[in-house]
């Protein structure tokens, strides 16, 4: 009855002007030449006829991948300027990204890593870049990428959840991408229950006509719709909800109430229950079976709290075609418990070490030595365009919140521009370079000078380390090493200290990511190298100065 969680194509957009007002088309879609087939960068673009100076809403909750609003800049099509276009680009979880184009000089009030909200204002309608007349760009997006702007990307085919897929043929579109209200936030300590005729409902654009039943004697209402056959439905509707913390959570369903008249409830409806763009669907569900009840879809859903979250039923059914009604009515969501990840978790202040199953390389010019926090692998420097060797560490954390990131960088490190990346589970960030020479010891990473990152329950976090540090590779000479040891993740909340964590000259070689509780104590306890340790660091230090001259 309950299937894998899965990606979705794209999130669930809405429309990217604000709630209540109507826009039309100018070019949509892959139906005219510069959005079309004969472009693929753009094939699935909208351009709408937004005014110079009228605001634009996030389609979907996300992070800022990139952005640019300091351009006055603007020429023809095709006249070269496309580097100056202001722009705003939005991570989603699933990878996709929504890509807003031709912004107002100083109207974008975000930064790259901010997170943005669904229906939130991000920007002004300007005329920047190749432009010929004032009007908003807008695509979902993947890479590939552009080499020479990584922000612009391959549009690939998406819809609004308000108002579908529409068309350059003169029609007004209204937006209902409205904010969510306070009725739509579940709390962590009360059950939140949805009906179908609050703010936190939408029946989402289609070709089905919506009827309600109403029962005055009891106050007993709901929405409903005819089925339609096969795997496409002509309706559905989401119901939309905030979780104000990650975790595990309860979701109930109440079926309608049927009576016996024909056409009767389905037998046969699918639900599904996300959280972003990760999707779990529920089913088959029978209606009239359950006729007046609360059913239980799942125990165990893990919703975020920086991403929406949402209920949908489509009337798509395996019967015939108008033959049955698709009921809406309300549902229940309760939390039930933290988050816990299957592995590489972070709890309390955490080490993970490169000699476990969360530190995985690439490429081919590595060395293990001992030394460090017991052993170390390392790689040379090269100041190629790219790196040669990657090493990346692996973590997920329980609760969304900023999280401290320390390094361990052992005696025998040289590189003095160390050049580590951040994949905090929607964007990628170039953190500040690491004197890796001034080990031994753990160095707090940051970046623009300032520790601390934004990390998300439920989405693997990468930290990568790349061998391009711009010091060059000399085939058969003595090259700078790059090195690779133990991190340590901590909630910023609790004021850990990685010096707490015990020493691993300790006879322990198990290589996996262990902490200590949640108020931060590491979880063995501190002590000294002997002489048998000192030792080994002596004869890997001889190894490493050794093998340093071999070629790639």
Not at 14 to 38: D, F
Not at 484 to 507: H, M, N, Q, R, V
Request: charged share 20%; proline share 5%.
């Amino acid at each position: 009855m309950l299937a894998p969680a899965v990606a979705g194509a794209t999130p669930p957009i809405h429309s990217p002007w604000p709630c209540g007002e109507p826009e039309s088309v100018s070019q949509g879609h892959n139906t005219t030449s510069s959005h079309g087939g004969l472009n693929p960068w753009d094939a699935w673009a909208w351009d709408l006829r937004r005014g110079e100076g009228d605001p634009v809403v996030a389609p979907f909750d996300g992070i800022v991948r990139a952005v640019k609003d300091d351009s006055e800049t603007s020429c023809c099509v095709d006249c070269g300027c496309w580097l100056d276009t202001n722009h705003l680009v939005i991570a989603h979880d699933d990878g996709s990204e929504s890509q807003i184009m031709h912004l107002r000089k100083d109207t974008v009030p975000f930064e790259v890593g901010d997170l943005v909200r669904r229906g939130e204002v991000v920007g002004q309608v300007g005329l920047t870049g190749q432009i010929t007349g004032a009007h908003l760009h807008f695509a979902v997006q993947q890479d590939p990428c552009s080499t020479n702007g990584p922000w612009y990307c391959q549009s690939i085919q998406a819809r609004f959840v308000d108002t579908g897929d529409p068309l350059a043929n003169g029609q007004d579109y209204t937006s209902r991408n409205c904010m969510l209200e306070d009725e739509c936030m579940v709390g962590p300590d009360a059950a939140l229950t949805i009906d179908d005729g609050s703010s936190c409902f939408i029946d989402a654009d289609g070709t089905e006509t919506w009827e309600r039943y109403d029962e005055p004697s009891d106050s007993y209402s709901y929405r409903y719709v005819h089925n339609a056959s096969g795997t496409q439905g002509t309706a559905e509707g989401y119901w939309r909800f905030r979780v104000q913390e990650s975790g595990r959570y309860r979701v109930e369903v109440q079926m309608p109430w049927w009576n016996d008249a024909a056409p009767n409830g389905s037998a046969s409806v699918t639900y599904e229950v996300g959280s972003g763009a990760v999707r779990t669907e529920v089913g088959p569900v029978s209606q009239l079976a359950a006729s007046a009840d609360w059913v239980v879809l799942g125990e165990d859903f893990l919703l975020r709290e920086e991403t929406e979250s949402y209920v949908r039923l489509s009337n798509a059914t395996p019967e015939t075609a108008g033959t049955t009604l698709v009921g809406f009515d309300q549902v229940r969501i309760t939390r039930v418990g933290d988050h816990v990840p299957a592995r590489c978790a972070v709890v309390g202040g955490t080490e993970i070490d490169e000699g476990g199953e969360c530190f995985t390389t690439s490429g081919e010019s590595w060395f293990a030595e001992e030394g460090g926090r017991q052993g170390f692998v390392y790689s040379n420097s090269n100041d190629l365009a790219a790196p040669l060797e990657v090493g990346t560490w692996e973590f997920e954390v329980g609760l969304a919140e900023r999280h401290q990131i320390w390094v361990y960088v052992p005696l025998e490190a040289e590189t003095a521009a160390a050049r580590y990346q951040l994949f905090n589970g929607y964007i990628t960030l170039d953190l500040d370079p690491v004197d890796q020479s001034k080990g031994p010891g753990w160095i707090e990473l940051t970046r623009d000078g300032q520790g601390g990152f934004e990390l998300y329950a439920g989405l693997t976090a990468r930290l990568s380390l790349g061998d391009d540090t711009g010091e060059p590779f000399v085939s058969g000479g003595d090259n700078t090493i790059v090195a690779y040891d133990s991190i340590a993740i901590a909630p910023e909340s609790i004021g850990f200290d990685p010096s707490t964590l015990e020493d691993k000259f300790d006879g322990f070689d198990d290589g996996v990511a262990r902490g200590g509780e949640a108020d931060g104590c590491a979880c063995r306890s501190r002590g000294e190298a002997g002489p048998v340790g000192a030792l080994l660091v002596l004869l890997g230090l001889w190894g490493l100065r050794r093998r340093r001259a071999t070629a790639r």
